[in-house]
């Protein structure tokens, strides 16, 4: 597969356009790809045995690469879009992986053309990031392009809730309340109102998102990288207000337990997995 220099994949996802998308994101690129949590190994697993062939992934927004990777361990190769240029400078190279800058609107034509035509993606994967697309083109892709039978889509998604600091995390969330897009409480709401048109294949549904538990060991200067990695936290500062300053964090630090303390920390996320239906 040729990289099309031409083409943009993301076109029609961000109706306010893409260079909104990834200017979100583009400031804290290098502090996101070095603060955010590891997605589990058996994820990756799970997914690939639902699916009929293993020959092409799509991971749409895939930011630095985190979920890209781990598809990559079971397909022959994936194909990694996302709109921001500064994430991909920070994605993690796999000999596997196919990274695509998509900052441009493109037609659906285009993106399927591109993707190798109808019937030819085995699985898409969507990490943190479905709650920013136009999810009717979106879907209308994906459909598209998703093998039949034995195609997968599966979105997947964390926020605030992590154990066993959740008091601590939710007092903190609290205060960047003002600064979050609309969008984006779809992701802190847990998935329960994202749509999901696809067929429930046991891992989550439509309205019913499955529990998905990421442990990962994380230190103080982990956590304060994460929480100035959330697009409240960049706007907040845009707009003249430090949510992390110095008094904010010194708090945080005690209840924490130390700045030195290394903690195991459970993220509580959410997931949505299904197959295109036969009469689409």
Known sequence: MQQPDELRLDRGLFPWGPDWMAGLFSKQAAVYAAARPAYPNDLFT?????????CLAWDVGTGNGQAAIGVAEHYD???ATDVSEDQLLHAAPHPKVWYLHTPDATPGED???TLGGEGSVDLITVAEAAHWFD???FYDVAHRVLRRPGGVIAVWGYNYRIS???DMMTRFFNTTLPYWDPRARCCTDGYRDLPFPFVDIGLGREGEPASLDMEQEMSFEGLIGMLSSWSAVTTAKQQGVDLLGERVVKQLEE?????????KVTFKAFLLAGTPRADD
Not at 255 to 263: C, D, I, K, N, Y
């Open 255 to 263: 209840e924490w337990g130390g700045a030195s303390l290394v903690r």
């Open 164 to 166: 066993p600091v959740e």
């Open 135 to 137: 999810l009717p083109a």
């Open 111 to 113: 993106l399927v053309a």
């Open 77 to 79: 190769s994936v194909l």
């Open 46 to 54: 799970k997914l690939a045995a639902l699916t009929a062939h293993h």
